[in-house]
């Protein structure tokens, strides 16, 4: 076995549920530890994958280019942020023409706003164009993943479960809402795109 490091499992999971994540903790005190997102279905996160629409880029940077998009699923809104540590990423953002379907792999970044919330970000790896079947493909597994993560928070020694219980007190049905809705809003994509054939 060599010693280089393995890239954590990027986790599927809707921008409603990533958005109300808020809390970030370490999981040893090496300097180079990865840093995690603690999901409110009792899961961590330290890299993320997701697919959705990119509806907006704009360049916010002063001195040098740093790229802001916003990529919409069906439960809300992501922020993604690119600059010079991301040049892949912030050439991504430049050059994608909004609205069009973007899969991002990404580590998640908190930071406090002025009136003291806190906001997540994602600082993407890799932003790619991709098509609607690829979209409702992620749509549906991610449905998946957040039903067995609420199913797997009941279960007494899901350390990250007892840790969302403690530090979010957010009702965890909203999530089960949420990936139903999502699975609807295919079907009626699919309604939609049926009729206009």
């Known amino acids: 076995m060599s010693g280089a490091p393995t890239r954590e499992v990027a986790q599927r999971v809707f921008a409603r549920e990533f958005s109300d994540g808020s809390d970030t903790f370490k999981e040893s005190d090496e300097e180079r530890a990865p840093v995690y997102l603690l999901l409110p279905t009792g899961e961590r996160a330290n890299r993320i994958f997701f697919v959705g629409t990119l509806t907006e880029t704009e360049d916010v940077g002063s001195d040098s280019e740093y790229w ?9 809104t992501f922020y993604v942020y690119a600059g010079q540590y991301q040049p892949e990423a912030a ?18 970044r908190t930071y406090e706003t002025d009136d003291g919330d806190t906001n997540v970000a994602v600082r993407p790896e890799s932003i790619t164009v991709v098509d609607a079947a ?9 449905a998946e993943r957040t039903i067995e993560r609420l199913q797997a928070f009941e279960d007494e020694t899901n350390e990250y479960a007892r840790m969302a219980e403690e530090r ?13 809705s999502a699975l609807e809003s295919l079907e009626e994509d699919d309604a939609v795109a049926t009729e206009s054939d």
């Open 91 to 108: 050439s991504a953002l430049r050059e994608i023409e909004p609205p069009a379907y973007v899969a991002v792999a990404g580590k998640p």
């Open 168 to 180: 979010y007190d957010l009702p965890l049905e909203n999530y089960r809402r949420e990936a139903v």
């Open 134 to 142: 690829t979209r409702d493909r992620w749509v549906v597994e991610t």
């Open 68 to 76: 802001q998009g916003r990529v919409v699923d069906p439960t809300g």
